[in-house]
């Protein structure tokens, strides 16, 4: 048996000229993420902890900024196109933890909806996948509502 950890962290700036994408879900608020893509934080740091994991690199080396082909790209696809990597190298997902860092909208109303999207996209228990939200307490980009970030923490296992 052969077990590997991968961490990953993302931060997005928020704007209002955007929706909101973040746990594979759009939530109603006032700003969304800004990005190449649709910005969806927490994805984005599930897909570099799992790249990580597997030492297949960052989400950029596999799907750069500079390219067209990830405009305004559901990241949800992206995560799919990680699954496979990871899965090419024999590994298979024991367990995600994540946190979501954001002042407002509060999350704990969407974290079901997200669990159920992110584990089914990823073809894991929904058991397997914990998502946690929590605040800056008002500090930071964050606590002004100038951003998001996310953290990520999956443990992989060679199949």
């Known amino acids: 048996m052969s077990i590997r950890i991968g961490f990953g962290f993302d931060v997005h700036q928020l704007s209002e000229s955007r929706d909101f994408w973040l746990g594979?879900?759009?939530i109603p608020h006032?700003?969304?993420g800004l990005g190449h893509s649709d910005a969806d934080v927490l994805?984005?740091?599930i897909c570099d902890a799992l790249l990580g994991a597997a030492n297949l690199g960052d989400l950029g080396i596999h799907f750069p900024d500079t390219?067209?082909?990830f405009k305004n790209i559901d990241s949800k696809i992206l995560l799919q196109k990680v699954m496979v990597l990871v899965r090419e190298k024999g590994f298979e997902i024991s367990n995600i933890d994540s946190t979501i860092c954001l002042e407002k909208p509060k999350l704990s109303p969407h974290i079901p909806k997200m669990k159920e999207v992110l584990s089914e996209c990823m073809k894991i228990s929904i058991e397997?996948?914990?998502i946690k939200a929590t605040t800056t307490e008002k500090l930071s980009f964050v606590g002004r509502e100038e951003?998001?970030?996310a953290?990520?923490?999956v443990l992989i296992d060679k199949i």
Do not use: E, F, P, Q
Request: proline share 0%; net charge neutral.
């Open 24 to 26: 594979g879900i759009k």
């Open 30 to 32: 006032n700003k969304g």
């Open 43 to 45: 994805v984005h740091v």
């Open 67 to 69: 390219s067209s082909d």
């Open 128 to 130: 397997d996948l914990s």
């Open 147 to 149: 951003g998001v970030s």
């Open 151 to 153: 953290y990520a923490t």
